[in-house]
């Protein structure tokens, strides 16, 4: 995926590993951990951690860190296609703790036919943690796909109290 032109990034400390954040002047546009699938290598914005998309991002990532079901509220600004938006939409609406099939996403859409179209979108979602593709799972309720690694994937889960859900 090519990012948006970006104002500004920034690089934070997680648990789980570095994160690289950018910010367009709308909103967050990217959140990559390193080693991310789908992502480029380099954000071409300049190192600018005092942007105020930034700030917040980095203030709220902080708080989901000490308590999974703290929201996000900052402006988002993803570069995508408007399916992948509405997907990455959809995803906003699975709360921490709980957990979507691909299929179920699909329905919510009212395109129940497009699972595999779904998948991708969730594949290639430019927002990690912050539009939670993490809480989806396979059909039979497996761990499957994440951009940042399965090892992350469950971390997540875990960490919000949804590996009961998917068991």
Known sequence: MNPPRCAAQARIDSPLGPLTLAATDRGLALVWFDGQAHRTAVVDAPLAPQHPHLVLASRELDAYWRDARAPFTVPLDPPGTPFQQA?????????PG?????????????????????????????LSIVVPCHRV?????????YAGGLARKQALLGREGALRAAA
């Open 98 to 126: 709980a957990v979507a099939s691909y299929g179920e996403i699909a329905r919510r859409l009212g395109r129940p036919a497009a699972v595999r179209a779904v998948g991708a979108a969730i594949g290639r979602n430019p």
């Open 87 to 95: 997907v990455w939409q959809a995803l906003r609406a699975i709360a």
């Open 137 to 145: 799972l396979g059909r039979d309720g497996s761990l499957t796909g």
